[in-house]
């Protein structure tokens, strides 16, 4: 098995991912689960629509992350090649889609609370 890193390497990077996609899937139960028990008339619903979608896209996107690089790690360089774009690519995504979801989450919350 040829790696570029050591092992220990990649498994602190699936692990970061793994915690992003959790803190995303969170969001997700979280936001569904109170919205309607904390707002009876809540303003700025697309706020939580696009945090919604940005948060889903989010997982999706550490999901390919990870694929990436379990690609990186088991198969010879010709393979991982594609792999390494993957990984960047899904990397932005989520960075910039976990993000937005929060933003988008706190403007809603701000909109609502004051």
Same mark, same amino acid.
């Given at each position: ?34 919205? +309607? ?7 700025? /619903?697309?706020? !939580?629509? #696009? &945090?919604? $979608? ?20 088991? +198969? ?7 792999? /390494?774009?993957? !990984?960047? #690519? &899904?990397? $932005? ?22």
């Amino acid at each position: 098995m040829k790696t570029e890193y050591p092992v220990e390497v990649y498994t602190a990077f699936v692990d970061y991912l793994k915690h992003i996609a959790t803190l995303s899937t969170g969001s997700i139960l979280l936001i569904v689960t109170f919205l +309607e028990k904390l707002f009876c008339k809540p303003e700025y /619903k697309i706020c !939580i629509a #696009i &945090s919604l $979608i940005a948060f889903v896209i989010t997982v999706v996107a550490t999901i390919a992350a990870q694929a990436g690089v379990l690609e990186n790690i088991t +198969e010879p360089n010709d393979i991982a090649n594609w792999a /390494k774009p993957l !990984i960047g #690519i &899904s990397m $932005i995504v989520a960075y910039l889609c976990f993000l937005t979801g929060l933003c988008s989450l706190v403007v809603f919350a701000i909109g609502n609370l004051y």
